[in-house]
T-cell receptor
Framework: GEDVEQSLFLSVREGDSSVINCTYT??????LYWYKQEPGAGLQLLTY?????DMKQDQRLTVLLNKKDKHLSLRIADTQTGDSAIYFC???????????FGKGTTLSVSS | ETGVTQTPRHLVMGMTNKKSLKCEQH?????MYWYKQSAKKPLELMFV???????ENNSVPSRFSPECPNSSHLFLHLHTLQPEDSALYLC????????????FGQGTRLTVV
């Protein structure tokens, strides 16, 4: 079955880079997403990548995809205290299917 | 503001109560979803509606009953819940034909006492 795995916690200092990792099992995954959830809020889409891409950069965010190893990462450059949140990796295998999420990585940024 | 609105934001109910969660989307999407978020567990997909028809039901207990009267509204009817059903219930919508990302509401924090 489908499974998405993430480490549960990451702690960094303000100004450092954060790297959040995710692995998935569904080889037919065609779309992979990163969502952010701040306390008391719903999920907010940060970025996404198609499976035919290796990398996508969007301002401070860099997504790397290793399709062979089914490994996805999110790098946040110059991490700020406002980046403290839970980050969810999600995948879907095509049109008409729902997103499958990991448990989320709690990012804690200290000043 | 994501264009997906859930009400109420917080709900406390007894095990013998009946209540409903409401979700409304203003994005013109044709698919809507209910997810359950419990502490330390992955987001669990509960129900999927596409073009107002239920297309997925992930072995959810019958004490949860979804309803999708039109493409903009989704309800989750609750009755005789258990304390372990306490969680954050998230609604999402997407446009299936374009296979875009899903937009989420802020969720309803449900506590069953």
């Amino acid at each position: 079955g489908e499974d998405v795995e993430q480490s549960l916690f990451l702690s960094v200092r303000e100004g450092d880079s954060s790297v959040i990792n995710c692995t998935y099992t569904d080889s037919s995954s065609t779309y992979l997403y990163w969502y952010k959830q701040e306390p008391g809020a719903g999920l907010q889409l940060l970025t996404y990548i198609f499976s035919n891409m290796d990398m996508k950069q969007d301002q401070r965010l860099t997504v790397l995809l290793n399709k062979k190893d089914k490994h996805l990462s999110l790098r946040i450059a110059d991490t700020q205290t406002g980046d403290s949140a839970i980050y969810f990796c999600a995948e879907r295998s095509g049109a008409g299917t729902a997103l499958i999420f990991g448990k989320g990585t709690t990012l804690s940024v200290s000043s | 503001e994501t264009g997906v609105t859930q009400t109420p934001r917080h709900l406390v109910m007894g095990m013998t109560n009946k209540k409903s969660l409401k979700c409304e989307q203003h994005l013109g999407h044709n698919a809507m979803y209910w997810y359950k978020q419990s502490a330390k567990k992955p987001l669990e997909l509960m129900f999927v509606y596409s073009l107002e028809e239920r297309v997925e039901n992930n072995s959810v207990p019958s004490r949860f009953s979804p309803e999708c009267p039109n493409s903009s509204h989704l309800f989750l009817h609750l009755h005789t819940l258990q304390p372990e059903d306490s969680a954050l219930y998230l609604c999402a919508s997407s446009q299936e034909q374009r296979n875009t990302e899903a937009f989420f509401g802020q969720g309803t924090r449900l506590t069953v006492v």
